[in-house]
């Protein structure tokens, strides 16, 4: 069978012959494309002396040490409350460093330490004052 148009998909030299790209490729893609597993995990490349780079790399910000303590510390207040307290502490330190120091990164860490350090303070004060009003509810109901 012959096609009226020419060479096209099912020409006369078979199957796979319509080639869009012009690259001799049997399926039709370009003779330069990388595979695919090449194509997926592109290489990376660095700059090279004398070529000019365009746009800029982020420097890079360390995350202060005292904003993952307070975290931590928040977060441990979790398990047996007294922490939470060195959590707020340590988190208003790090948010000023961070305010005073544009080198260090963290200022979200240190503000949910502190956010979380508060919220457990609440709770163990909200805690150690009913336990003392029922002491006091206590003594009181046996005493008259």
Not at 11 to 39: I, K, R, T, V
Not at 64 to 82: E, K, P, Q
Request: charged share 5%.
């Amino acid at each position: 069978m012959t096609n009226p148009y020419g060479q096209g998909y099912y020409g006369s030299q078979g199957p796979h012959q319509y080639d869009p790209y012009g690259s001799g490729s049997p399926l039709g893609f370009p003779h330069n494309m990388p595979p695919a597993s090449e194509a997926a995990h592109p290489q990376a490349s660095y700059p090279q002396a004398g070529v000019p780079v365009y746009g800029y790399l982020a420097p890079y910000r360390p995350t202060h040490s005292l904003a993952t303590a307070s975290l931590i510390l928040s977060l441990a207040g979790l398990v047996c409350g007294l922490p939470a307290i060195g959590g707020v502490i340590t988190g208003h330190m790090a948010r000023k460093r961070i305010r005073e120091e544009p080198y260090y990164d963290g200022a979200g860490m240190a503000l949910a330490g502190v956010i979380i350090g508060w919220i457990i303070t609440g709770f163990i004060l909200a805690y150690l004052t009913f336990v003392i009003l029922m002491m006091v509810v206590a003594t009181t109901s046996t005493l008259g």
